[in-house]
């Protein structure tokens, strides 16, 4: 009796101090990690891509509903495939799972090499411009300026993440009601004025003068990226508390809210502002708050580059577990499933992101950045409920906690895969260059991943750096496995 009672505390004490990802995502922290990354520049930067590429106010406002209404499939898909399938990862685990492992590799590719930093640039880039704009009025700010504080605030973040998990939490579940509180000082005045009769910018808002059919995609894209972060949630399931009831409520929560939330603001804009100034406006938000709070439209640009903050906290946090887990299941350098022995962060997947950011940060205009990585990313969204799916049928005896009607996930690939093959005739070269980045990882899988071929002076060479970066960072690999 003595000697089990012994045993069970040495696996407690182990358990305690042993190296491993905690379950420290609460229900809260988990609706704060969704709409806090959803909420991001997407709603103070979109209005102008989605109204441009619309052509009228009318259906801009219909396909921010519709936007809300897909990225609520697509969650609803993936909050499936996270209750069922336990790791974490989020889409490269799903097509690892589903579909094998050459997509699961390509999507890793495009992640690494161009969806991420291409993302966290624009939001980051958001988040510069914001913070500083007002320092500068009337003139714009430098661009050098902004790429400077947007590179002081991404490292900034960073360096938050490999402190500490709870930290980082804790300061998203903040900045995802301060995101809530900015959009709603957008919302209120506009509804007033609303009220007040102030409907003239409404009259013809279906005016299709401006409709050019072949440009719709691109007002998607611009629309579904500023839903886009409803996923994140599940590239960190082995560290949510009761994932298999977490995850669903988290996506229909934070979906809810943010449609409505969105569709709400647009709504204040256009009553406000007409369409050719939310097209002149590289500011929607501030333009808006000019013309309503006077004496405090300098609180939104602040606000607004705390909402980018948080929307960048929580997608290098989340991000930076697709590395983890890729490294994990041996397509990705073992560096990256390492775990920092003191602080329990995964330090190398979230320092070893930065160089490319950065290089994404001072190339490229801000739209040309959303167009260049949507392809690649849809698609692969696309692929992953069209991997649920085909996962159904071949796996029926695996037990489901949460499981959505079939139309669901056939719905959001087919739309999908509209979205992209529009993309390539409208936009055929940003989109063109981001299928031939992702095209790229087929010659590193075949040589390199699936057939290993490393040179034993090659391998030695590599473990060798390996072994010196483990060292240099406090590092080892996982002690308990967590799925």
């Not at 619309?54 to 993936?78: D, E, K, Q, R």
């Not at 209120?188 to 808002?205: I, K, R, S, W, Y």
């Not at 709504?267 to 002149?280: H, K």
């Not at 946090?317 to 329990?344: K, V």
């Amino acid at each position: 009796m003595g000697s089990c009672k012994e045993d069970l505390n040495g696996k407690e004490k182990k358990g305690e101090t042993a190296v491993y990802l905690r379950k420290k995502i609460t229900l809260m922290r988990a609706i704060a990690l969704t709409i806090g990354t959803i909420v991001g520049s997407g709603i103070f930067i979109s209005p102008k891509g989605v109204l441009k590429n619309s052509g009228n106010v009318g259906l801009s406002l219909i396909i921010w509903l519709t936007c809300g209404i897909l990225s609520m499939f697509g969650a609803l898909s993936y909050a499936e495939l996270g209750t069922s399938i336990k790791k974490s990862g989020g889409h490269y685990i799903y097509l690892l799972e589903t579909l094998g492992p050459l997509p699961a590799f390509l999507r890793l590719w495009a992640e690494f090499i161009m969806i991420r930093p291409a993302n966290i640039a624009v939001v980051s880039l958001a988040f510069g411009r914001y913070l500083i704009e007002p320092l500068f009025l009337p003139c714009h700010a430098p661009v050098l300026a902004v790429k400077l504080i947007t590179s002081l605030g991404i490292s900034l973040i960073i360096a938050l993440n490999c402190w500490s998990v709870s930290w980082s939490a804790n300061i998203q579940t903040a900045l995802a009601i301060l995101k809530m509180m900015a959009i709603t000082l957008i919302i209120v005045p506009g509804m007033m004025a609303l009220g007040a009769g102030h409907t003239e910018n409404f009259q013809d808002a279906f005016d299709s003068s401006m409709l050019a059919l072949d440009r719709l995609p691109l007002a998607f894209y611009s629309g579904m990226f500023a839903y886009g972060g409803w996923f994140y949630i599940n590239f960190v399931t082995e560290e949510i508390v009761n994932p298999e009831r977490t995850i669903p409520i988290t996506v229909i929560v934070s979906l809810i809210t943010v449609t409505v939330g969105y569709i709400l603001t647009n709504i204040s804009y256009y009553t406000i502002l007409t369409a050719e100034e939310v097209l002149t406006s590289e500011a929607v938000a501030v333009s808006f708050a000019d013309q309503t709070l006077k004496g405090f439209s300098s609180v939104i640009p602040i606000l607004v580059a705390l909402s980018c903050f948080g929307s960048l906290n929580g997608g290098i946090f989340a991000s930076s577990r697709m590395l983890f887990a890729a490294s994990r299941e041996g397509q990705w350098p073992s560096l990256f499933s390492m775990i920092h022995i003191q602080r329990q962060t995964p330090l190398p997947a979230l320092i070893l992101m930065m160089p490319l950011i950065f290089l994404m940060v001072f190339m490229g205009d801000i739209y040309g950045l959303l167009n260049f990585y949507s392809f690649s990313r849809w698609f692969f969204m696309g692929l992953v409920t069209l991997g649920l799916v085909i996962h159904r049928y071949r796996h029926p005896e695996l037990s489901r906690p949460f499981k959505v009607p079939m139309f669901i996930p056939c719905v959001f690939s087919a739309m999908c895969t509209f979205i992209v093959i529009m993309s390539l005739y409208s936009d055929p070269v940003n989109t063109g260059i981001g299928c031939a980045i992702t095209l790229t990882g087929l010659p590193v899988y075949y040589l390199i991943v699936h057939k290993s071929r490393w040179s034993c002076s090659c391998t030695g060479t590599f473990n060798f750096i390996t072994e010196k970066l483990q060292v240099l960072m406090e590092v080892i690999p996982q002690e308990i496995q967590t799925y």
